[in-house]
């Protein structure tokens, strides 16, 4: 114990008191990196994802990457002004679940709640395979070993995470830091270079050819564009699902956080778009020989193939692997919401030693494993799954706000601003769905379907436990009435005698069940007047009933349950108690030794059993040594 | 329910009552493939396990095989006679064990009990493992697949011995008497062509040439071949153990099936050799290509390459993979023998549907296929770990006989042939050990420790138990005091009332617990004043007590299993009866959603309570649909 307590300690912290918990919270520049590492890593993919789809289209391809970014950025700008106000009104944390089942209905906010998991757990696998994945373009031997690394990852997160949040904190705010400032510098040195060529600088290290064009513009390929760039907003309402998490002024703090967040990702989504065109980047094919990643060549034609590039590309790994924390610090939370509502098991409120919600944890862990397993650790296979979930959340999330207001009366611009911005993300959703829908958003769907029944399920058990043993009146004092006490007995023993006074103890109406199996009379049964129904008698105390119950195919629990079960139908008014001798060993092995009926016993009255039936065990301890 | 009772019954037969035990008695011609099988087969690798080992002497191996053959059987006369003398002697089953442990004391029994119990686990190992070598020797193909093989056949007899031993003799009846019926016709035809031929008969097809002499004759050497001989007299005790599974009179039936037994092994080892050195069959390298076996020679030698020649091997075949059932008849009447005795758990005791000793053949079914995935199911590596344990038990049991006979006075006949037996079979144990030591009867030499001391372990444990528990006098009736209860409370409900309801009808002393995690005072400790105590107070009953502990680091099992035992320890007189309430679902799966505390306290009890803390479950039953 004390061994394992240190292991636990050194692993994951010392456990934390309740009333520890105000020295959890945080201000802007650790939540920075918390709530805002996956939204600014996406900068990594989300990019890079469009102009995949742009190849196709050569030169025209690389020019239409400024349009598509500056529709994107324009709808982040609608986003962030939303999500201001939803961290205005909810300061407890106001995630799309909480929002849309509060002003929507709850139909609603399961839809938000399926969505959001599934979305967080697709954060999670999609960093880490995006992380790994990068790695392995820059490394090609390690390609093999892909799923292993993303495990290996999902690993070391999960141990962090279990420290809890302010320590998670501490070990991701350099990454996130070191990932914004390179990108930022190379943006800044790009843009002199482009002012000072009139538009046309030469890369410090030669580029790719362009890529030859093979397909003409069309909506609907620019639609698709647009989808998977989008990709690059996921994660921006993490921070007013987790307003709660930041140290006092919460609201003030909260609001800091996600406008330095937004401020930066805009800077990087606009610098990544307008240098590319102006350098003339494409993106390479994932799957071909001589794949490299957009930042990588970006990078590298602005600053040269030196330290700093590697520095660079360092970090964008690190973040990309660690975007996933993102799905770590919210899912925990969103399941806790989700529980408090009945709408899932109730493990999930437990908060474990560090304060955080442990089963949170353990089943993000355990479905992004799933994921990555499945997919094979290949974030191109992923993509198509992601991002519909955050959309159909942003959407619920804005739409209720829209309610919000109105309820509350007035508001006018608040109305616009959130109207504005249901109205944008209900369109990309549709978007979405449409142009990813044969890709793989249909997983998604169908996954979102499948857990709205279930969390239906999980709520109308509990409203049903709640009806049946609710209870709005005080005890009612009943006259006490001696049970029927059934005890199986084997043969004579101090472990009956234990048990017959324990039961002399409780009741007159005692039956002693004896299973005979072989056809003469068991030693029990012959002395039974001598060891038990004569001293009694003397002592002037009630004798109880010795019931033998023949056995001739040997079963000896079937005739026990089968007599409890009649006893209990015959008698309406008496609780029935079957008394259980039990033996407890000193150590595991000597359990082997001896035949484990009394548990089977157990189990089997719990099944067959009903509300009249108690069992009561009666410990017989060997002695230690 | 019923489908799967219709399965077993069709797999395993209908359940047998104990009353219908009489009717799986067998006579004679039922009992000769039952316990003769193994020896029978042994006809078919103990001569070529000689043979192979002459190959280095060419020609002067093939004429030594006679010799060594006649010695074999001198020795198998010595113990067919020693052993008739136990049927009469142990009519119940006179089992080396019995006999070991009856006669020279527990240490001599327990040494026979594990040497029997590798021997018959080896038997069915062998019996397999040689079997399927055997076919693949004639079907190249088949050898990637040996050890599935082999575990397909062992799985395949795990299903007919279920059945029982009555219907598993008429399974095995054909191949047996086939086996040897096929084979005496070979020897009876060779000798006709010996004898017409003065001595020297052509080959019906040609054998292969005899092997260049590499090594000269020393007594070692022919102390080796004596001992990988003595595999065929492996399986000889069977019928001594088994008497009790005779019709009556079982004692002459007994006698009848041995001698029967021993006659035709004894014909099939002599014809064997003589015929081996009248036409000059030496054995072929076994792992070499070209490998022909002895008996394949023989037959083809004799009767040609025709129908014959394919029922022969056929049966060979067959009967040396069902050889291993002479194991599944005896070893679980040896563990059951032992368990009486308390030296091994008293699961080998209970008799199973179909009257069988089920958890006897659960784990000879294990061990076999440990020994067969170990060893990969080659024969070759098994062999030298078998007979050792054979020989001892026939040691072990024909000293015990002498002694047994010395006891009851006179009969120096009797004496003098178990006595007999007891120093060839002594000698032999020696010639084995030593000649196989290196080659793998150190393991068995290592198991048969290993497990006296088991058995010794148990045996203690038993003794233990029974000397704690046992009581040899009448109940003493004590005064009936009142116990504590403790009652877990977590929030006012039905469930609540019930438990509560239930400890006041046991006690007044009755102390409610509850957990607080947060800080402010939960609804069940502000309304008990109003739902318990003064409902009870008016109704002139007694009040129960609230007890609140505080949990920081919000464990709750902990404070409460802790405020048990403090409880225990300050009231020395009065049991402690813990209520445990326990809702009851309907569905498994509803199990997920409630936390499995109650079973928790249960389990930590039991692991840290004493033997007055009494467990008592109130189960509550989610009603129905």
Known sequence: MPLSSDIQNLLFGRPLATSEERAEHIGPVAGIPIFGLDALSSAAYGPEAALTLLI???LLGVKYIVPVSAAILILLAIVYFSYRQTIDAYPQGGGSYTVASQNLGEGAGLLAAAALMIDYILTAAVGISAGVGALI??????????????????????????RGVHDTGVVFMIPTYLFTGTLLIVIAFGSWHVLHSTGHPLPATPLPALPVAT????????????????????GVEAVSN?????????????????????????ALLAGIALLCRAYGIAATKPDGPGYESVLSMLTRAVMGHGWFYYLTIGSVLLVLALSANTAFADFPRLTRAIALDDYMPHVFLLRGRRLLYSWGIYVLVALTAVLLIVFRGVTDRLIPLYAIGAFLAFTLSQSGMVVHWWRKGGAPLRILVNGLGALATGITTLVVLVTKFTDGAWITALLVTIMIVGMNTVKRHYVRVDRETALDRPILPAEVTQPIVVLPVDHWSRITEKALSFALSMSNDIRCLHVQTAQEPDEICRDWEKNVAAPLRTAGKSVPQLVTLQSPFRYVLHPVVDYILAVERESTFHKVCVLVPELVVRHWWENLLHNRRADLLKVILLMRGNRRIVVINIPWYLERD
Do not use: H
């Not at 800091?256 to 401020?263: M, Y």
């Open 242 to 266: 987790g307003v709660m998490a930041f140290r006092d002024d919460t609201r003030r703090n909260a609001k800091i956080t996600l406008t330095i967040i937004i401020v930066l990702l805009t």
């Open 137 to 162: 373009s820059a490394a090609p031997g390690l390609q093999p070993y892909t799923l292993e690394m993303c495990l290996a990852v999902l690993l070391i997160l999960t141990l962090v995470n279990m």
């Open 215 to 234: 397909a003409t513009i069309s909506l609907w390929l620019l639609l698709k564009v647009f989808s998977s760039g989008c990709t690059a907003m996921t």
């Open 56 to 58: 196709p289209l050569g």
